[in-house]
């Protein structure tokens, strides 16, 4: 506005002349122009668009404009398919929708919107199925309906898949002789099979939606499964619990439950394994499993008790007995009879009933005979070297019988004319093989005499090697300076054939 | 001031002149590619019979239309942002002015409000519309304000109680259909107000320091077309012939000062019309010799052109004799036409001289005064006119 400064006046001047920046006679061309190019960029847009964009005159039905997209989908040309009808490019029987949203009246500003699924005729008569997107404008008075199709062939083909993918893994989930429930992150069930039914005695529908996993948990082990949401969602930790449930009588049913979480959601899958028969089952095994060890256990302690009882007997029969030579041989008979029995008497006491620990036999057996042959003149030695072996009745009672043999013959022999003595025993394991060695530092013996005994004992000795399949060597140095004898046994634990 | 050194422009509408001429407005607004055409008009004219020829025309033409009436005596913003309103709700496309100079700066401002989605205040001062107005056509049924021809309009601002100016070129009318026959229903009153509206356009517009050689030819014509047919027309309501060439000399009136734009006398009065809803011609009319009084020493030469124009004999006279004889003359036509009055008698209050000086240094008609004045200056004209 005018200031005093005249220099300002005199812009001010200019501009009121017609000589300013702007100032032009009237003229609409730049402004049309410019109108123009932005309509033109606009229609480049829409023709570039994937969908296929219609303008259409409600009361004729008549296509009054479209995009490039929109006649390149169908295979039209642009002159063909101009003002043509809409109706001879969606199938018939889908008219009807569309009529009945073209009848309904709109004002101008009206913004509704209408998605219709239908399929649009292309030149050649095949279909192409399109979502469309309706909705209706006037211009100029006249009534139009914007129509924006999408097509929808790989959406409708992926749905298909995903539908028979459905169905397989709902087959897997409803067939499965296993109860299978989805459980909601707040443990509420969501689906459920037709196993759950039988399980729990509900029907379906009084458990989707309705009742958590908890509801049928035994109050006892509750805790248990209601920690699997503390599982960080994701980590696919896959749990077992074996736990009780009640079902709606108040049975209770012992389950085995799997959970794993379903990836990606907060969701898990759980299997549930009606075990209640099969854990009965195993129930009454294992009770007639500990009757038959009662048993047996009774059996060893009776056998125990018999062999006690024939040395008894044996002993009785001593004091009939002048002959030392017959006296000797009842001796070592009780002898052998007590090898045996401590054998029995150590198996019912072990856990298993079938084996027993070899290295504290020997050291019962060898106390028994250090006390049957005690010499009041003479001081014996006995050192063990005995490594923790378990033998199974079948091969301890012959080695049992073997060191009952050797070693009271050892004391009966081997120290003739001297005062002290040792006797060594050693039993290792080496090479899956079990190594026995007796050995004394008596007087020795003739082994070619031995070969030639017809003494029970060394008779014994050998059979009893055979009979474990072991191998048997003796080594004596009588012949050479007087140093003693040793016996090694090698042998190994013979797996038995069953006897009936 | 050597004003032929200058650039000057001269921009005029197309316009068709003469008996008839208002009936073309149909086929024009035809031409124009309307579909639905804006009528602004005023109160007055909705009872008279130019109205419903020009409803007729345009039936004639298969255009619909809707009219635009609420305009008062002196246009204001929120009549204008109202017709605005109308035009995009109705989705028009042309806007036709008929009446005076009330309804057509209205109609100019509808227009550019519409185009530039704008408030109408905004656009105050000159070359400040970016985008023209959609096609205007505009007949006018006074013979005075030009606003048919011009690059002017002139709204109320009804808040600050000031007239604002709107000048730009993207505002002159698309056609102007300048028909005497429709300024016949004019009273004697309207006529001499609109007569000397229109005197004091060529008046100002000659001694402009925008002036130039076309607009000279024009001012000239007019003022010697005015001056001699005011008061017969005033006696004579019914005279076409009258009429006729009060509204050439109205027309070339417009082209002079579209052009060569006004002065002092246009910006103090309206200074004056921001403060009272005077009729403007009248407040030019009591303003004029006391402004003229002030200005004659700046360009005594044109105003001597001036004088022989008015049929004024000044042979023989001094200079000082030649302006008194001047001074006079108008006087003397003022009295004739019954437009002698003061600004006391219109209610003027000798304590609004200050602010009325103020604001008429702010009106951008004041720039192409010959003669540059200061606020104690414009004071005294008041207290001179008072
Ligand atoms: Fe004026």
New interface residues.
């Given amino acids: 506005m005018p200031s005093d400064d005249y220099q300002e006046w005199d812009t001010l001047r200019e501009k009121i002349i017609g000589l300013g920046e702007h100032s032009i006679q009237k003229s609409y061309y730049p402004k049309l122009q410019e109108q123009l190019k932005e309509l033109e960029r606009f229609k480049t847009l829409l023709d570039h668009s994937n969908d296929a964009i219609f303008l259409i005159e409600v009361v004729s039905g008549k296509l009054m404009d479209l995009n490039q997209s929109a006649y390149n989908q169908l295979n039209y040309e642009y002159s063909d398919i101009i003002k043509r009808s809409i109706w001879d490019l969606i199938i018939s029987k889908d008219h009807s929708e569309f009529k009945k949203i073209f009848t309904i009246s709109n004002r101008a500003q009206d913004e509704s919107k209408w998605t219709l699924e239908t399929q649009f005729l292309k030149k050649d008569g095949s279909v192409i199925p399109m979502e469309v997107s309706l909705s209706l404008v006037i211009f100029s008075g006249e009534k139009y309906s914007v129509m924006v199709a999408r097509d929808i062939k790989e959406r409708l083909i992926a749905k298909e898949a995903l539908k028979k993918s459905e169905d397989y893994y709902r087959a897997i989930f409803e067939n499965s002789s296993a109860g299978m429930i989805i459980l909601e992150k707040d443990t509420t069930i969501s689906l459920a099979n037709s196993e759950v039914e039988s399980i729990t005695n509900y029907p379906r529908r009084e458990i989707e939606g309705r009742k958590t996993i908890k509801y049928f948990l035994s109050p006892d082990n509750l805790e248990d499964i209601t920690g699997i949401h503390k599982t960080p969602v994701g980590e696919s930790v896959k749990e077992e619990y074996e736990t009780d449930i009640i079902d709606r009588y108040g049975n209770k049913k012992h389950v085995f439950i799997t959970l794993a979480p379903i990836p990606r959601t907060d969701k898990h899958l759980a299997s549930i394994l009606d075990i209640t028969d099969r854990k009965k089952a195993e129930e009454k095994i294992k009770n007639s499993l500990k009757e038959k060890e009662v048993l047996l256990q009774e059996i060893h302690h009776r056998v125990k008790n018999n062999l006690q009882i024939i040395s008894s007997l044996l002993n009785l029969q001593t004091s009939n007995i002048r002959d030392p030579l017959d006296l000797e041989i009842f001796q070592e008979s009780q002898d052998r009879i007590k090898s045996m029995a401590l054998i029995h008497e150590q198996l019912y006491r072990s856990r298993d009933l079938a084996s027993i620990n070899f290295a504290i036999y020997i050291q019962q057996i060898m106390s028994h005979l250090f006390y049957s042959y005690t010499f009041k003149d003479k001081n014996i030695k006995l050192k063990l070297e005995l490594e923790d072996i378990n033998l199974e009745i079948d091969t301890a009672i012959p080695c049992g019988l073997i060191i009952n043999e050797v070693v009271s013959n050892c004391l009966k022999h081997a120290f003739k004319g001297k005062n002290s003595g040792e006797i060594k025993i050693v039993f290792k394991e080496e090479k899956g093989l079990h190594h026995l060695t007796i050995s004394d530092n008596g007087i020795g013996f003739p082994l070619k005499k031995m070969e030639k005994s017809t003494s029970l004992g060394l008779k014994l000795v050998q059979m009893l090697v055979d009979q474990i399949e072991g191998e048997l060597e003796i080594d004596s140095k009588m012949e050479v300076n007087n140093s003693g004898t040793s016996f090694y046994i090698k042998f190994q634990e013979l797996q038995y054939k069953k006897r009936i | 001031m050597v004003q032929e050194n200058y650039?000057?422009?001269f921009?005029a509408?197309e316009f068709i002149y003469g008996s008839g001429a208002r009936l073309l407005a149909g086929r024009y607004a035809k031409n124009l590619a309307a579909?639905k055409v804006l009528i602004v008009t005023d109160p007055e004219v909705m009872n008279l019979n130019i109205l419903v020829e020009l409803e007729g025309v345009l039936i004639e033409q298969g255009l619909e239309y809707e009219i635009y009436s609420s305009i008062s005596p002196n246009s204001r913003d929120e009549e204008v942002m109202n017709g605005s309103e109308v035009f995009n709700s109705e989705e028009c496309n042309l806007i036709i002015a008929l009446g005076g100079g009330s309804p057509m700066d209205c109609a100019k401002g509808i227009g550019i409000v519409s185009s530039n989605r704008n408030h109408i205040l905004e656009f105050e001062?000159?070359?400040q519309?970016?985008?023209?107005s959609p096609?205007l056509i505009c007949i006018p049924t006074t013979a005075g304000t030009s606003a048919d021809v011009s690059?002017f309009a002139i709204i109320l601002d009804s808040i600050k109680k000031v007239k604002i100016a709107i000048?730009?070129?993207?505002?002159?009318p698309?056609v102007a259909l300048i028909d005497p026959f429709t300024t016949l229903t004019m009273d004697k009153t309207l006529t001499a107000h609109t007569g000397f509206d229109a005197l004091v356009h060529s008046f100002e517009a000659y001694v402009s320091?925008?002036s130039s050689h076309i607009t000279n030819l024009h001012a000239l014509d007019s003022i010697r077309l005015i001056s001699s047919h005011i008061l017969p027309t005033i006696t004579d309501l019914q005279n076409q012939q009258f009429r006729s060439k009060m509204m050439l000399g109205s027309l070339e009136a417009g082209l002079a000062f579209s052009?060569?734009?006004l002065g002092l006398i246009h910006a103090m009065a309206h200074s004056l019309g921001g403060l009272l809803d005077l009729s403007h011609g009248k407040s030019n009319a009591i303003l004029m010799e006391h402004v003229i009084d002030y200005n004659f020493s700046e360009v005594p030469e044109k105003y001597l052109k001036i004088a022989r124009a008015m049929g004024i004999d000044q042979n023989g006279l001094s200079l000082g004799e030649k302006k008194d004889s001047l001074l006079n003359f108008i006087k003397n036509l003022k009295k004739e036409a019954g437009v002698d009055t003061s600004l006391k008698k219109l209610g003027v209050r000798e304590e609004d001289f200050q602010s009325l000086a103020l604001k008429a240094?702010?009106?951008?008609c004041?720039?192409?005064n010959p003669r540059?004045p200061s606020a104690e200056d414009i004071e005294e004209i008041y207290q001179n006119a008072f």
């Avoid at chain 2, 519309?129 to 023209?132: A, D, F, R, S």
């Avoid at chain 2, 000048?167 to 002159?172: H, R």
């Avoid at chain 2, 240094?361 to 951008?364: A, K, Y």
């Fill in positions: 650039l000057r422009k921009v509408p579909k001062g000159v070359d519309v970016p985008l023209p096609p690059q000048i730009s070129k993207t505002m002159v698309d320091n925008a052009n060569a734009s240094l702010q009106d951008p004041i720039v192409t540059r």
